[in-house]
């Protein structure tokens, strides 16, 4: 599903908490810089805050209205062991987080993480650069393609233009690529493909090399709330998000002649058609 963020910085001002609590582990104790987020049924909007270096978290009363939200967290080696619903009432309500380590850390991996963990030179890790635009690294690293293979991909995957998804695939028009032609593209590709097919499955089950995860955040960097919007179709692709001088955002979406406006208030979308003056 596609989303717009927004990010509220905030000093270490009193305000009344909707909901709060604690988050620990049993392999660290209290957790800091632990991403706690909260769903109201039936919204679009989900509310991030980030634990402090106590572990605590709370989410001011001005941001959750009472009602029973889905809770989640985002800390890389770790799920929530409990509880995952919360019910929020009018006055303050406690919830202390248990979290236990995950089974399958791979799976929670950002794209900056795989790029890390991955060896290879700078300029190879470059190349990846390439990919994310149209799927996340985990899809390449947990491919099975030999080199041979991965030349036809890369091969197929230059037809289409950046932002393609499988809900909408786009063709490009012209040759990706255009200063490399002839055999130093294909050198190129034969170069990359060797590579790809050292750092992903193709000779096991499992990576040759450690996975790495980014420092959680802390200090000053705790101190911040995040508003996620949900977009109504699968096939937007938010593009050039600006906020204009009354709070509205509005994005162009990369996928479709059309313009989008979030008002922020109210998580209510609107699309505007652009016309199509010359195909």
């Not at 509220?8 to 810089?33: D, K, P, Y």
């Not at 990919?131 to 030349?151: P, Q, W």
């Not at 890369?154 to 032609?181: F, H, K, V, W």
């Amino acid at each position: 599903m596609p989303k717009i963020f927004l990010l509220l910085l905030f000093c270490g001002l009193a305000h009344a908490q909707a909901l709060s609590g604690r988050v620990s582990s049993a392999e660290e104790g209290a957790m800091e810089g632990v991403l706690v987020s909260a769903k109201q049924s039936g919204s679009s909007v989900t509310i991030t805050v980030v634990s402090d270096t106590q572990g605590r978290y709370s989410f001011p009363a001005s941001r959750l209205q009472p009602g029973t939200y889905s809770l989640g967290i985002r800390a890389v080696g770790y799920v929530l062991s409990g509880p995952a619903t919360a019910t929020v009432l009018p006055q303050e309500t406690t919830i202390d987080l248990k979290l236990a380590k995950a089974s399958n850390l791979a799976a929670q991996l950002s794209n900056a993480e795989w790029i890390a963990s991955v060896p290879g030179t700078h300029s190879q890790k470059r190349t990846l650069l390439n990919c994310v635009g149209c799927h996340t690294l985990e899809r390449v690293v947990r491919s099975t393609h030999d080199s041979a293979g991965f030349v036809q991909t890369l091969q197929r995957m230059a037809g289409y233009a950046n932002q393609s998804t499988a809900l909408r695939p786009q063709r490009r028009l012209a040759d990706r690529d255009r200063e490399l032609i002839g055999e130093e593209r294909a050198r190129f590709q034969r170069e990359q493909a060797e590579w790809l097919s050292a750092i992903n499955l193709s000779s096991g089950p499992g990576w040759r090399f450690a996975l790495q995860s980014l420092l959680r955040p802390s200090g000053r960097g705790t101190r911040v709330i995040i508003t996620e919007y949900d977009l109504p179709r699968p096939t937007i692709e938010p593009h050039d998000v600006v906020v204009d001088a009354d709070g509205i955002a509005w994005y162009s979406d990369f996928g479709d002649q059309r313009i989008g406006k979030l008002d922020p208030k109210s998580g209510q979308v609107t699309e505007y058609p652009v016309p199509e003056l010359k195909k």
